[in-house]
């Protein structure tokens, strides 16, 4: 999610620094976020009572990715598929103006859409909100879900708006100066959480 939180999730692993290195260091590697995604479906399930009227919406790009291996685990306990898609929150952000040209992500919904669902918001990193509260207006012009909640993989704190999220991989202090990059498998070849220093490469 770009969050206006001083977290770069979008470079490749060849360019970010390896756990470890001068910088930065490893939160999460592999097996830390699969469990975290373990525990977040079953909280899912155990909140919804089974998740019979749930849907998954990811934020591009990285949330869409979690947003699939949450409906897989939950597939693995309940035996059953969960509806899942994407949302794309370009043309609702409150800084367009502030950087260069943001490319449109896909707006992927459901064939049953979201109406009386209740729709559970996947991102990698929540920081200011800015980009749930961009999501949230999104969803207002796609339908009219019974329940919002919030699954973020990180939570490293600095809220600028009043919203928090209902299911949270691990929770993160960070300084503002500071950066939150996330790989995943599917689209960095690994999956690891850094923190890094402002000032970090």
Known sequence: MSDSRASDSSASPSSASKPGAAGSRAVLEAPDIHRALTRIAHE????????????????????????????????????????????DITMYRDDLRRGPVRPLGPTELPPDGIDGRVVVLVDDVLYSGRTVRAAL??????????????????????????IRADYVGKNLPTAKSEKVKVYLQEIDGRDAVLLMKGDAK
Request: glycine share 12%; proline share 6%.
């Open 44 to 87: 899912i399930l155990e909140r919804t009572k089974g998740a019979d009227d749930v849907v998954l919406l990811g934020i591009p790009t990285r949330g869409a990715t979690l947003a699939g291996r949450l409906a897989d685990r939950i597939e693995q306990f309940e035996g059953r598929k969960i509806p899942i898609g994407s949302i």
């Open 137 to 162: 207006d999104a969803l207002n012009d796609l339908g009219r879900p019974t329940a919002v909640q919030l699954a973020t993989l990180v939570d490293r704190g600095h809220r600028e708006l009043p």
